[in-house]
C-alpha cells in the first residue's frame, strides 16, 4: 500500500487492515513479524471494528466518491465502536501489542467531561480521510512529517470552530448598527486591545498558577476572571471615559470586539496546546467561552454606557457596576463547566437575545437625542442671528460677563458657541444620513472648522472657557460627536 | 404648515410654507410617500415660504430623498431662504440636494 493511494482504495485498505501506512515508515503485519520498520496499530480502529469500516468500503465501491461519504463513515463507525470502552485505547500501541504509551495528546483536553459519546473514535476516523493524512493524529503530534499540505482539514474544521463564531458575531453586531456609529478601523483596534490584554493575562495567569500551585481550581474560577475583565476593561472604559463611544450600541460593539480580541488569542493558544484535540471541544470553545469573552466585556460595557447616558454616576463609580458585572458573568460561567454544553447554550441563545433588546433601545435613545439636540441647536442657531439675541438667555449670560472679559473677548465666546452648534449640526445630518443609508461625502472645510475652533479655545484662555462652558454642549455626548467629526479629519 | 400640490408634466410641486417642526413634518412625509405610491418619482419642493425647519423636517426630506432615489427618481429644492438655507447649508443637506433658485430650473432639470 503506496502513500498516493487510490482515493477509493485508500479507506478499504485501512478498513481491512487497520494499518497506518506512511512514507519510509513500514506497515509490519499484526503479530509483529513484518519486514517493515516500525509500524504502527491505530489504537482506536483495529480488526474488531472491520464490520463498520467494511460497510464503508461498500460504499466507496459502489461509485461514491469516498469523501462524499466520509461523514457517513464517521458517523456509523462512531456509532459502532462508540459504546466500547475506550478509556484507555486512545494510546497508540506498539505493534506487538505489549506496551501502550499513554496518549500525552489530550493535555488540558482530558480534563473536560466525555459529555460526548465516542470522541476519540470521532477524531481517530474523522483524521482517515481520503486524499489526506491516513495516519492517526498520533503521528502527526510526534512531529513526523503528515503525508502532503493539503491532509488538514481537520485543523481547518478545529481553526475554524474556534476562532470564526466570534467574528462573525462581532461582524453581525457591527452590520446591526444602523447609524454606523463605530467604524472598522475601531472595531480593529478594539480587536488588537484584546489580544493585547490576552497576552497580558496570559503572563499574570501563568505567574499566579506557578505561585499558588495548590489553588489553581479557585483561581480560574474566581481568580481568573477579575484579572481578565480588569485587562479586557481597560480599553472600553478608555473608550467610554474619552467619549469615543457615547451609547450603548457601539459601547456593545466596541466592548464584544475587546472581548473576542481576547478570545481569539486564547482560542490560537490553545489551538496550539491541544493539536489535534477533539472537534467538540472547539465547538465549546468557539461557541461557548470565545462567545462568553465577547459578551461579558459587552454587557459590562452597556452597563457603563446606560450609567453614562442617565448621568447619575461619575468617575470610577460609573464603570464598576459594568466592570463588576462582567466579573460576575464571567465566573459564573467558569463555576458551571461541568456543564459546558448549558454554558454554550446559554451564551449563544442568551447573548443575542440580551444584544437585540440593547441595540432596539439604543436606537430609540440615539433617535431621541437626535431629534432633541438639533432642535436646540437650530434654536440657538436662529437666536443668534435674531434681532432679540441680548434679551435671550445666552445674549444675557454674555451681556454678564461685560465686567469680566473685554468686548473682542465676548466676540470670540459667542464665535465658539456659533462653531460648536454648527459642528454639532453637520455631525447629527451625517448620523441622519447614515440612518437611511445614504452616503456621507467628505467634508472639505472640517479641517478649517476645527482650526478655528482650536484658536478660538485658545484666544479665550482657560478662565474665558470656564466662564463660557454653561453655554456651550459639553456632555459625553456632545464630546463624542466633536471626536466623531473630527475622525472624519484623519 | 400648509402643503400646496400641484402637478407640471410628470413631475410634482409641493410649496411647503411656514414652520415644519416635530409635529407636522410627518404630514409633509405622508404628502411625498402618497406622490411616490401614485407613481411619481421627481418632486419639486418650494421652500420659499417655510420659515423654519427642525431636526424632523430635515428627517423627513432625508427620508423622502432616499425613498424617490431608490425608485430612480430624486427630490429637488428650490428657493431656499433665511434660516432654513443656513440650515441646510450647515447641516450640509445642500450637498445632497443641490437647492435651486427657481421652480423652473428645478423642474428642467434631469
Redesign the interface.
Known sequence: MSVGLDENTSIIDIGRESRIPRPGHGVRQEGGKGSEPAGITHGGVGSSDRGSLDEHSALCVSGRRPWDSNRLVLDTAARRVGSRSWGSGRGVRSTDGESTRPDTRFGAAADWRPWYPSAAIVRQVADVSPRTRLEPLEIRDRGEPVISPSMHSGDVIRFALALAPVLLFLAALKALDSYKLVSSRTVFTALGAGALAAALCFAVNTWIFWRFSGYQDQYARFGAPVVEEIAKGVYWIFLIATARVAFMADSAICGFAVGAGFALIENISYLHLLQGSNVGIWILRGFGTAIMHGGVAALGAIISAYLLDSRQWRGVRLFAPGLLAAVGLHSSFNQSLQFPVASMVAAVAGLPLILGVVFYFSDQSLRRW??????RD?DI??MI?SQEFQQSRVGAYLLSLQEAFPPELRGDMLSLLQLTT?LS??A??DL??R????EV?P?PELESLFAELKYLEKAIGPTGMLAVRPLLAQTPRDLWEMHRLGQGLR | MTIEQSQVGDKIVLHVAGRMDAENAVQFERQCESCIAEGFTSLVIDLCDLTYVSSMGLRSFVAAAKKLRDKGGDLRICRLTGLVRQVFEITRLNQVFPPHDSVESALLEG
Open positions: 437626535l431629534g432633541g439636540k438639533m432642535d437650530i442657531l436662529m442671528g454648527e449640526m453637520r447629527k445630518s441622519m444620513l440612518e437611511v443609508g445614504m461625502a467634508d
